[in-house]
Structures are given as C-alpha cells and as structure tokens.
C-alpha cells in the first residue's frame, strides 16, 4: 500500500515492484521466524494434542531453521534496499 500512497505504479516502475516484492517476502520470512519462535513455548502441548506446528516439525534444528530465516529476512531487506538504489542511510 505504500508504493501506490506514494503515486508509484508498481507494473510500470520495476524496480518498485523488485522492492515491494522483496519487502513482501521479507515480511513472510520474519512472520514465520516469530511465530517458530512463540510455537516453542506450546511444543509439549502441541505435541500431546497433535497439532502439526511449525515447531514440532524443526524441533530437531530449530536453530538452524531460525537462523536461516532470519539471513533470508536481512537479505530480503538489503535486495529491496538496492533494487531502488537506497542510499547508506537505508543500510
């Protein structure tokens, strides 16, 4: 929404589009490292309910799950930042 409050048109200007993309998946890369971590704290009731949570599912690298979602998410940042030419003060 804040490409087009900004009177950007997302199908005629690619690089927005390359930025809003990139900040849309950085978004969903984030969303899905808060919620692994906030599913830990239910692990053991998941497990006795059997609900399929994210958690339980990477239980076993959950570190490793974690970290590579959160490089995902800076790395998402960083090409929205250079796909629109950002400056130091982005980065």
């Not at 490292?33 to 599912?57: F, N, Q, T, V």
């Not at 570190?63 to 995902?72: F, I």
Request: aromatic letters at 8%.
């Amino acid at each position: 929404m804040g490409f087009p409050a900004l009177g950007i048109d997302l199908l005629h200007n690619t690089p927005a589009l390359a930025a809003a993309a990139a900040l849309y998946a950085s978004n969903v890369a984030w969303t899905v490292l808060y919620d692994m971590i906030y599913a830990h704290m239910d692990i053991r009731d998941d497990a006795a309910a059997g609900i399929k949570s994210i958690a339980l599912r990477h239980e076993a690298n959950t570190k490793a799950v974690l970290a590579g979602l959160g490089v995902a998410q800076v790395a998402l940042l960083v090409a929205a930042g250079a796909a629109v030419g950002a400056g130091p003060v982005f980065f």
